[in-house]
């Protein structure tokens, strides 16, 4: 049984993007690293840091697509699940579709304020306010079930280094959801790092 809040927590001094997820005990979970210089997103989930064991691959169906999936394979090669950007409407609000291994849309995740990414997007761009973003502007997301009821919310916390969210659970889920919805959000963070 995971702990909540989950934490996921950017590596400040890091190359390629990575990450530690913890539990709200600060158990390690997992270490999220990206291959760079890929033309399609290829994350390794380890087990830890020390990057001996993978529990999970993340794949896109496709590179340079604002609609693209990101499919979910176990240890043994086996699909799991997916997430998919919701391209256009993913400009004003990012939004975000989770299907289980069925291909069943099941869990949504969904910006909570426009105002905040647009806000973001034009500050970030200003000398010396561009910086303060990080600690002002942050964005907050809804994971709702296909029913809409809200299950968990997932937040960034103020910071001007480092980037860490937090995952908050409101509803208990299944734990093969729970396992998909904290790797959707894995990827839908590496999606959205270069905002706040």
């Known amino acids: 049984m995971m702990v909540y809040p989950i934490e996921f927590e950017f590596k400040v001094m890091a190359f390629a993007p990575?990450?530690?997820?913890?539990?709200?005990?600060?158990?390690?979970?997992a270490f999220v690293k990206q291959k760079l210089f890929k033309l399609k997103e290829d994350?390794?989930?380890?087990?830890?840091?020390?990057?001996?064991?993978?529990s999970f691959r993340i794949k896109a169906d496709r590179w340079l697509d604002w609609s693209a999936a990101y499919t979910f394979y176990n240890i043994n090669g086996m699909?799991?699940?997916k997430v998919r950007r919701k391209g256009a409407?993913?400009?004003?609000?990012?939004?975000?579709?989770?299907?289980?291994?069925?291909?069943?849309?099941?869990?949504?995740?969904?910006?909570?304020?426009?105002?905040?990414k647009v806000?973001?997007?034009?500050?970030?761009?200003?000398?010396?306010?561009?910086?303060?973003?990080?600690?002002?502007?942050?964005?907050?997301?809804?994971?709702?079930?296909?029913n809409g009821l809200e299950v968990a919310v997932f937040s960034k916390e103020p910071s001007f280094w480092g980037k860490k969210f937090l995952l908050r659970q409101i509803e208990?889920?299944?734990?093969?959801?729970?396992?998909?919805i904290i790797l959707s959000l894995m990827m839908m963070v590496l999606l959205e790092r270069r905002r706040g």
């Open 172 to 180: 208990e889920v299944s734990p093969e959801a729970e396992e998909r």
């Open 79 to 81: 699909e799991s699940g």
């Open 18 to 29: 990575q990450f530690y997820v913890r539990d709200g005990d600060g158990r390690e979970i």
């Open 119 to 146: 806000m973001d997007a034009l500050i970030s761009e200003i000398p010396i306010l561009g910086f303060l973003t990080g600690y002002v502007l942050n964005p907050k997301y809804n994971i709702t079930d296909e």
């Open 43 to 54: 994350i390794t989930v380890f087990e830890n840091d020390s990057q001996q064991k993978e």
């Open 89 to 116: 409407k993913s400009l004003w609000k990012a939004t975000y579709e989770i299907f289980n291994k069925e291909d069943i849309n099941d869990f949504k995740i969904e910006e909570n304020n426009s105002f905040v």
